[in-house]
């Protein structure tokens, strides 16, 4: 674990996984918040799932992720090196080998983690959502059920509901512990069904999220890139979120509107909070390095983005009171979130966070 955060910085939990997840963690480190990346459990492609299928471990690649995001930039070289892919060993991830060996040493993959962290000079905290070991299923709108995590893009539409087996893993208690004390909870970016979803459905987790006085920001996806959510609009990812468990438990959402002007949707009382100079001004104190980053992802140009009108919003609205309509999209990679334009969202909405700052 790290040391924690210091008196009066905001205490930011991030729910997730997959390649959405670091760039969540890295605008939060920006604003020079306390992270907490609450990971999701269930990847069992590439290098993570040979290791799984291997040696039982949980899941290693998003954890392995999270600690790039948040490794101290003098430690550059040793961040790198956890990313760094074996051609002639299966294509396997150092940091993933490391982690797997840690749990075998330690006989605790939590443990495994920590000195992960502690090597990497971490400064923030990395929680997998559960130790069980648990597979994602799921059923297509078309009623076509898939089991493990890998397999759900691979259906003939988008999925309508997933779940795990088994249904009731038990939960990392430290993640219902980082949810309560927090200021701000931030859900995505990332797959929904394969990312952000498996989190909420650990027990206790959901609860935590109903209950913590932090204002709770869902970030939608861009774009469709896999099967599991092909052809949803914002709306209808907004609607299978609160669907899964979080009826009343989102706060904010953010969504891309190519040229939509900065704050086109919310309150007048949010517009007003979140005004460009507040904006500015928090991030003028911010810290803009980005630690652990190793590189942009490469070009897609062949993406399809997630829709959305002004009907939507509307209804969006109807069950999470502030929804924020921007241009997120990074200008080279059009399917990831600008950092800067993400980290320019979330100061605003921190500027109103109602839990009382630490």
Not at 54 to 67: F, S, Y
Not at 71 to 84: M, T, V, Y
Not at 206 to 211: C, F, G, K, S, T
Not at 242 to 254: I, P
């Amino acid at each position: 674990m790290s040391a924690g955060a210091t008196p009066g910085q905001v205490r930011a939990v991030s729910i997730g996984g997959g390649t959405g997840q670091p760039n969540a963690i890295r605008a939060l480190m920006r604003l020079r918040c306390h992270v907490t990346a609450v990971v999701s459990m269930v990847d069992d492609g590439g290098s993570t799932g040979l290791l799984r299928e291997a040696t039982g471990i949980v899941p290693p690649g998003d954890v392995r992720k999270c600690l790039v995001a948040m490794a101290d930039p003098a430690r550059e070289e040793l961040a790198r090196a956890f990313q760094h892919r074996f051609s002639f060993a299966g294509g396997h991830a150092l940091g993933n080998l490391v982690l797997d060996a840690l749990t075998e040493e330690t006989g605790s993959f939590a443990r495994a983690v920590q000195v992960c962290s502690e090597a990497l000079g971490c400064v923030g905290d990395v929680m997998p959502s559960t130790l069980d070991n648990v597979v994602l299923c799921g059923v297509t709108r078309d009623g076509m059920e898939f089991r493990g995590e890998s397999s759900l893009g691979s259906g003939p539409c988008a999925l309508s509901r997933v779940w795990l087996s088994p249904r009731e893993p038990r939960v990392y208690e430290p993640v219902v512990d980082a949810i309560m004390r927090a200021d701000v909870v931030v859900l995505g970016p990332g797959s929904l069904f394969t990312s952000i979803i498996p989190n909420v459905l650990v027990p206790g987790v959901a609860d935590a999220l109903r209950r913590t006085a932090a204002t709770r920001v869902y970030v939608c996806s861009l774009a469709d890139m896999q099967g599991e959510t092909w052809g949803l609009s914002a709306r209808e990812h907004a609607e299978a979120l609160l669907s899964h468990g979080l009826e009343g438990a989102v706060d904010v959402m953010l969504i891309h509107r190519p040229s939509a002007r900065d704050m086109s949707v919310p309150t007048r009382v949010f517009e007003a909070l979140t005004h460009e100079q507040v904006v500015e001004d928090a991030l003028r104190r911010a810290a803009t390095l980005e630690p652990g980053s190793t590189g942009a992802p490469a070009p897609d140009w062949h993406f399809r983005p997630v829709g959305v009108t002004d009907a939507d919003v509307r209804e969006i609205e109807r069950h999470i009171p502030t929804v924020i309509v921007r241009d997120f999209a990074d200008p080279r990679y059009p399917t990831w979130h600008d950092l800067g334009k993400l980290a320019s969202a979330l100061a605003g909405v921190i500027s109103t966070c109602r839990s009382p700052l630490r």
